[in-house]
């Protein structure tokens, strides 16, 4: 099958495939560079202090939300599973942005029927608010997730 689309007029659809998957592989290598979750005193300082600037939230260090990237059905045994509350298949990503819009680290494994509490408790960011390795930061989020210490609703 020969894809007609734009500027991939006449390129094989095992082609196009291929190629979506190396540019996909080429970023994901480059996630360490550019997502990166503040992971010392100053660079927690400073995003307290952006959250701060434009909110007046004093100990936040993020805002946390998950949100539902559509695919098709996997299919087998499993597929439903990745049928979300809106009855269509997704993976349910976790993200947590800075103060500026900035990922700060991602969470990209969970099937569509995942609540968004269930990925942020299974999450290395929770173990590391909830053993203390964070100390005096929050996150905020919506009302999908259940108040803690550490995790507000905005």
């Known amino acids: 099958m020969l894809i007609v689309c734009g500027d991939l007029i006449g390129i094989h659809k095992s082609t196009a495939s ?6 996909s592989h080429n970023i994901a290598i480059l996630r360490p ?17 952006d959250f701060y600037n434009i909110a007046k939230f004093p100990t936040v260090i993020g ?19 990745y049928r979300n509350r809106k009855n269509f298949f997704s993976i ?12 700060q680290d991602i969470v ?7 609540h968004d509490s269930t990925i942020f408790n299974n999450s290395e960011i929770r173990r590391k608010l ?3 390795e964070m100390r005096d930061c929050v996150l905020v989020a919506d009302s999908g997730y259940a108040q803690r210490n550490n995790l507000r609703q905005k």
């Open 18 to 23: 291929r190629i979506v998957k190396l540019v």
């Open 33 to 49: 560079q550019f997502v990166n979750f503040p992971n010392n005193e100053n660079d927690l300082k400073q995003v307290k202090q």
């Open 63 to 81: 805002a946390l939300d998950c949100t539902h990237v559509k695919v098709k059905s996997p299919g087998g045994d499993n597929a439903e599973v």
């Open 92 to 103: 349910n990503v976790q993200t947590i942005c800075d103060a500026n819009l900035k990922i």
């Open 108 to 114: 990209a494994r969970w099937p569509g029927s995942s």
């Open 130 to 132: 909830e053993i203390g």
